[in-house]
């Protein structure tokens, strides 16, 4: 069901499920291991899927490990692009509810 689904989902930097931990400001890691998705993870994926674009397309322009870093800068590209993608669909349909 996906309105089960979005209460574990943030929406727009917005915790949808209401984190006890994420409200009382108690940190960055105390939300990364609370029950649930909240904003920390998803800034931490954000970040860490453009880290991966940044070294996948560094080592496709220096040639290394030529193509098979091309074809990897080109899967984490659409993976990234995907995320993005579902995230913003996701906010349109909270933002219509």
Known sequence: NFSKLRIFIM?????L????AEREGSGFITGLFSPG????????LRLILLALNVVLL?????G???PHSG???LLAAGLTG???W?????AKASNSD
């Open 86 to 90: 579902f995230m913003t669909e996701l």
């Open 82 to 84: 995907s995320y993005f």
């Open 58 to 62: 560094g080592m496709a322009i220096a």
């Open 11 to 15: 929406d727009e930097g917005e915790n």
């Open 64 to 66: 290394i490990n030529s």
């Open 37 to 44: 998705v909240g904003s920390g993870t998803h800034t931490l």
């Open 71 to 73: 074809i990897m800068f």
């Open 17 to 20: 499920r209401g984190d006890k």
